[in-house]
């Protein structure tokens, strides 16, 4: 199983872009997935997860401004942001909890993508 993150780019303040993390292999149940970032020099923080029952959780740095969503039939998780922060500047990360077709279980991380908040 891979996850494989895009979207990610240069933005002024106050633009907005929209994160991809498409799930590849033998995929039989994805559970909960989530999107870390790390800003440099920082720990890595959870930025929004969302489980199989459609309950998300967005952490209160983001809250109202990005939304998590996520097309099982496509196994790909997406993170809408909007009214982009310089603070929201990191590598932005996919996690996933899989269970594949012989009933193991992965944790997977994605390869990141930079989001840059500048003017």
């Known amino acids: 199983v891979q996850l494989r993150a895009s979207g990610g780019g240069l933005v002024e303040p106050g633009g907005s872009l929209r994160l991809s993390c498409t799930a590849s292999?033998?995929?039989?149940?994805?559970?909960?997935m989530t999107w870390y970032r790390q800003a440099p020099g920082k720990e890595r923080e959870l930025v929004a997860d969302?489980?199989?029952?459609?309950?998300?959780g967005v952490a209160d740095s983001v809250k109202g401004r990005f939304t998590i969503s996520r097309d099982d039939d496509r196994n790909i998780l997406y993170l809408q942001m909007s009214d982009l922060k310089p603070e929201d500047t990191a590598v932005y990360y996919c996690?996933?909890?899989?269970?594949?077709?012989?009933?193991?279980?992965?944790?997977?991380w994605g390869q990141g993508t930079q989001v840059t908040v500048s003017s």
């Open positions: 996690y996933a909890d899989v269970v594949d077709y012989s009933g193991y279980r992965h944790n997977t």
């Open positions: 292999g033998s995929i039989w149940i994805m559970n909960t």
């Open positions: 969302m489980h199989t029952s459609a309950t998300t």
